[in-house]
């Protein structure tokens, strides 16, 4: 499952792509035989080589070729990390495609000698976190974002899939190195003095208190415990605002690699602790108070609505249960947990944000250093509210009332 | 992982039996050359075909070749069962001679074509559950399967193990039709009609009460969910008093086919839950009411102590825990959690024997058939209190508090 490297397996090039290309029947339907072709490398930041490709005659004849490379593409080859996780990402894809194919990317193929994904290019699209940092609002984003993750959460879940066929994804989902970088940059590392840990002076004494503050450190525990345990359903596992490609009309999801057979919350928790953190960044970003709250209106309803959005597209496999064995008490509170994990993972997804290795730039990326310590000030407070008040947590709205009356304490 | 049936498989038979033992090296130090043999069928209940074979001129020289049929020996071909389940077993008997050599029975080899495990003959001992039946005592019983419990347990879950080397034993010990099995028998089974379930007329008032108690059902529905998603532990799966050889001075655990994945209540459940079967049974096997109380006082203090040293056993592995990410609060916590399991799960082993399809001797080889329903009505009152209780349980007098205050109500 996590043998060495295919014999087969090089990275592709500028130079080489175009006689790749041709070289796949699979994309015969895109490219006419030897047409001239156009690449260009932009990459996806952390992992992986990531191409576009279009023909010179007509861009919009265009697709794009992630590959996965042997090491983290960021730090070099001193971080190994299999290319299995591109099987991973290949598998995933496939199922969210059969799943919520409107919000999944179209693949042409995959690759397993070269570990290369061929999909569609999102050209009409942009990073959804990118765009939230610009203030732009995504009408039918919590319909989409809802529906995708009802749909592929339940329907992978043991509510849904064959007792047989269930066990059988969860082997061949295991993804250790994936799930190893979760571990230690979400759950270990921002709650422990770390070189990895990346803040700026003016937020160390809130760092040395959250990290002396043990009952938090206590429900990190439990979630990471959750995370490493609980094979609840195939989770995204990084379903941030940057696997998010979007516009006014389209939602799509893009980077399943650290797939595997988690606990829903941690979905749910990701996209919500991400907007939480957009929430957080206008506190520093717009200078408009209207305008801010205003953007801010949007982004807690946009939290509720994805919320009801799940609940109402996960009531159809409800419809299907036997309600001797699990009773509709059983129901509701199956649902409730799912929402008070997605407050503790979501917590969690805020805090490595701020402290650990890998910021967002809707906080990191604010020019003014105080400014940038006063967003990520309320974004600590968010996160800690809720981390400790997840147990209780019954409605939606309770989150959003915590985000609301959060204030930044520097 | 779960393909056909080898093409060089045939069932053993006394006929053939000589002749396979003489092939494998691996007993050559058991027997000599074509010293004469004696073979006889045993059988072990349901799922498999058991011999004991020893050498004519000196019976102590002595194995037991365990044989797994590609169906329930019990039901026949129309209820197939893969054998796949003699390769976990032998590789769960590898884990637990090398965690608890001293409780775990000598395996000479697994032959992995004719799905075979030759092991240790236990001539010196009895299954546990014919000895309590008896009223016989086990002085270290609760020693020996605390430590059995707390090292195989813990050296299997993410404390110890790698995050890697635990993900790929998650895979390895994936177990669906046995897990099956367990799904359908314990949790779904007895909490519904079913043609499966077996009780006396007289008790079916408390059965009909049973399964139109909401609240208990949804109890049971969140303890399959845990079943079904908790991969903490290598369990053994199957952990009753029947899987248990015993004698005064020695316990040996057999039969791990079940063995996979799930949560440490489970196996803990399992030993608490058939002591107090035993427990509930002794109102209608032992007439005189002080050797009665005296009998009972020896199975609640075997509860309390293999408790107790479950915990001591468990403690080296928080001794070596890092209290930055898993604070004291937390390794508590954890400890609870395992044992609030431990009442839930143990609560659904006993009613499974109550009211499911396979019944345990203690209570229903009791011959008079008003002290049957007596003791099942008993065993179902414990069970039905424990599993309500069990979110408040702290301490594990506290389980035999419920024991010792319930009542039959027949």
Known sequence: MF????????????????????????????????EPLETVEVGDGNLNLVFKVWAQADPQRTVVLKQALPYVRLVGDSWPLPTDRARIEAQALEIHGRLAPQHTPKVYFYDPDMYVIAMQNLNQHIIMRKGLIQGIRYPNFAEHIGLFMARTLSMTSDLVLDYRAKKMEVARFINPELCKITEDLIFTEPYRQHERNRYHPEIEPLVVALQADEPLRWEVAQLKEQFMTQAQSLVHGDLHTGSIMINQTDTVVIDPEFAFYGPMGFD???????LLLNYA????RMADPDQRADFRRYLTDTIIQLWQVFVREFQPVWDQADVVNMPKA??????????????GFGACKMLRRVIGLAGVEDIRGIEDVHGKSVAASLAMNIA????????????????VEIAVSSRSTV
Chains 1, 2 share one sequence.
């Open 3 to 34: 043998g060495a490297v295919s014999s087969r397996y090089q990275p592709l090039t500028l130079e080489t792509m175009s006689a790749y290309v041709r070289s796949r029947p699979e994309l015969a339907a895109v490219f006419n035989g030897d």
């Open 268 to 274: 749910v928790g990701a996209v919500i602790g991400n």
């Open 281 to 284: 960044a206008q506190e520093s």
């Open 330 to 343: 059983y129901q509701r509170d199956y649902m409730r947990r799912v929402l008070q994990d997605a407050a």
């Open 384 to 399: 800690t509210t809720m981390m400790k008040a997840r147990h209780h947590i019954t409605c939606i709205e309770e989150i």
